[in-house]
């Protein structure tokens, strides 16, 4: 409980009665306690508790406000991630990487400028591929080899490394294929040491004819 007198002092209790710690602006006090309402409250000198103490109701914390949750605009298409892809055919067929579109609800594809919804018409888990398609005629598209690398062979990786934080153009880097085989030994896979960097994914890498010979 608490009782506030006019000059400003201030007692506390617990529901037991005893006075735990009280705050009194005059410098003395009264030694001489009274008895109200079984509660023991001390008396400054001179002066008397409110008669308004009865009207004090005990204090409640009030709740703490939640914080509403953020949540995007359902209108709003929010960019969870990006990468790179090339056309293999003039009716705007592309082949990027699985993993670059995975999760996504919706595809978009950046050519000249536009942004264009893609379908996804077919995806390889297993070899991380994903097939996709938009309403697009390109002027060119990418050969593909049907032959394999081979070792130290010189390749050309092309994408967007980084996405548009870096520049929105097309960006190559020159290396060599340094293995044939992937992790655990995996023969679809082979390794170059091409700098390729986020956003590299589902790019092309193209031999010296300028065919493509991985993704």
Not at 80 to 104: K, M, P, Q, R, Y
Not at 122 to 142: C, E, F, G, H, R
Not at 183 to 202: E, K, L, R, V
């Amino acid at each position: 409980g608490v009782a506030v007198w006019r000059c400003g002092g201030v007692a506390v209790w617990r529901s037991g009665g005893v006075a735990e710690w009280w705050c009194e602006p005059c410098s003395e006090f009264d030694a001489s306690s009274l008895r109200f309402e079984s509660l023991w409250i001390f008396k400054p000198k001179k002066l008397y508790a409110s008669k308004e103490f009865k009207k004090i109701k005990p204090y409640v914390e009030p709740p703490k406000k939640k914080k509403p949750k953020q949540t995007p605009d359902d209108e709003k298409v929010v960019a969870a991630a990006s990468g790179s892809g090339f056309f293999v055919s003039n009716s705007g067929d592309i082949i990027t990487n699985h993993h670059v579109i995975e999760g996504c609800n919706v595809v978009k594809v950046n050519f000249k400028g536009s942004a264009l919804e893609a379908k996804t018409l077919a995806i390889d888990k297993v070899n991380d591929i994903a097939i996709l398609k938009a309403k697009i005629k390109p002027d060119k598209v990418y050969s593909v080899s049907n032959e394999d690398v081979s070792l130290l062979e010189d390749v050309v990786v092309a994408g967007y490394p980084l996405g548009k934080k870096v520049s929105s153009a097309i960006k190559t880097h020159k290396g060599v294929v340094t293995s044939l085989a992937g992790a655990g030994d995996n023969y679809s896979n082979f390794q170059t040491d091409a700098t390729i960097n986020q956003g590299n994914s589902g790019g092309p890498i193209m031999n010296q004819k300028g065919n493509v010979v991985g993704i």
